[in-house]
Nanobody, 124 residues
Framework: QVQLVESGGGLVQAGGSLRLACAAS????????MGWFRQAPGQEREFIAT????????AYADSVKGRFTISRDNAKNTVYLQMNSLRPEDTAVYYC?????????????????WGQGTQVTVSS
């Protein structure tokens, strides 16, 4: 059973940056794609970014494209989300998730394993 633990959230001013990390336990991390999602109060959980098992392929939501970068270090069992040029509308709880396949995917139902989330708040 893989467990995911996010870190790096916090309060930042608009235009600032944060780097989220998600550490995975277990030896299967490098076999699967990873993703980041977020959920703002009263809203559905939405896809943000995904990265394939080998990190060759990535994909982003249009709302974060050009500002956020997903990466992974399979030797450290960790996936990252670098967030630049943050906006107040980026405020949400951010979740990392482990996919059930090696290929990068934005489909929420292809992620059976989730972290507990980390709060990101962007002030204007």
């Amino acid at each position: 059973q893989v467990q995911l633990v996010e870190s790096g959230g916090g309060l930042v001013q608009a235009g600032g940056s944060l780097r989220l990390a998600c550490a995975a336990s277990g030896r299967t991390f490098s076999n699967y794609a990873m993703g980041w999602f977020r959920q703002a109060p009263g809203q559905e959980r939405e896809f943000i970014a995904t990265i394939s098992r080998s990190a060759i392929s990535t994909a982003y939501a249009d709302s974060v494209k050009g500002r956020f970068t997903i990466s992974r270090d399979n030797a450290k069992n960790t996936v990252y989300l670098q967030m630049n040029s943050l906006r107040p509308e980026d405020t949400a709880v951010y979740y990392c998730a482990l996919a059930n396949q090696a290929r990068a995917t934005s489909r929420r139902n292809e992620y059976p394993t989730w972290g507990q989330g980390t709060q990101v708040t962007v002030s204007s």
